[in-house]
């Protein structure tokens, strides 16, 4: 994966995860997962899980959890 790509998807994760950081932070969590699990493209979603994967560098703690929970969901 290219690094700019881990670098765009980690910025955008982020965003998503401010725009919902005024709620109670499980509240914050569960709409960012759901929203990335809504409207990204499944490339983008396996691209983040690397990034996770080798330690989701740059990823704010509701991205990160949130994108831990869509990868825990996928496997459940």
């Given at each position: 994966m290219s690094h700019s790509t881990a670098?765009?998807?980690?910025?955008?994760?982020n965003q998503i995860a401010t725009a919902f950081s005024a709620q109670k932070h499980a509240e914050a969590v569960e709409a960012t997962r759901?929203?990335?699990?809504?409207?990204?493209?499944?490339?983008m979603r396996s691209k983040?899980?690397?990034?996770?994967?080798?330690?989701?560098?740059?990823?704010?703690?509701i991205a990160k959890e949130a994108?831990?929970?869509?990868?825990a969901a996928k496997a459940a």
């Open positions: 670098e765009k998807l980690v910025y955008m994760a759901i929203h990335i699990q809504k409207f990204w493209d499944p490339r983040i899980a690397e990034h996770i994967a080798h330690g989701g560098e740059g990823l704010s703690p994108l831990e929970g869509l990868k």
